[in-house]
């Protein structure tokens, strides 16, 4: 059974840190390139952040750069991926997913669509 369950985020005020992460299951997810997405209500969903599947590659939405950080854990059975936000302001609130797409390469599944995603956190940045 494929699972990608997320944990974390929550509440902070402007120019403060959270934390998401996710644990990916079911799939060789260690093959697998992984992303952040985020969406807020009446916008469509927007890619934040990308990784391969070696860690090698990444890729951060402009807006986003210097203050995210996005790193992953491949053990035998489970991904972990996490996305650390510093510096957050409140144009970040919205609700963050993790997704996996099947190629291990970030410059294939950029625009592509992703498999499996995650069930959704909620961020909120207070002003």
């Known amino acids: 059974q494929v699972q990608l369950v997320q944990s974390g985020g929550g509440l902070v005020q402007t120019g403060g840190s959270l934390s998401v992460s996710c644990a990916a299951s079911?799939?060789?997810?260690?093959?697998?390139?992984m992303a952040w997405f985020r969406q807020v209500p009446g916008k469509e969903r927007e890619l934040v952040v990308a990784?391969?599947?070696?860690?090698?590659?990444?890729?951060?939405e402009d807006s986003v750069k210097g203050r995210f950080t996005v790193s992953r854990g491949n053990a035998k059975n489970t991904v972990n991926l996490s996305l650390q936000m510093n510096s957050l302001k409140p144009e970040d609130t919205a609700v963050y997913y993790c997704a996996a797409h099947p190629t291990g390469h970030i410059d294939y599944a950029l625009g592509r669509r992703w498999t499996y995603w995650g069930q959704g956190t909620q961020v909120t940045v207070s002003s």
């Open positions: 990784i391969s599947s070696t860690g090698d590659n990444t890729y951060y």
């Open positions: 079911g799939r060789t997810f260690s093959t697998w390139a």
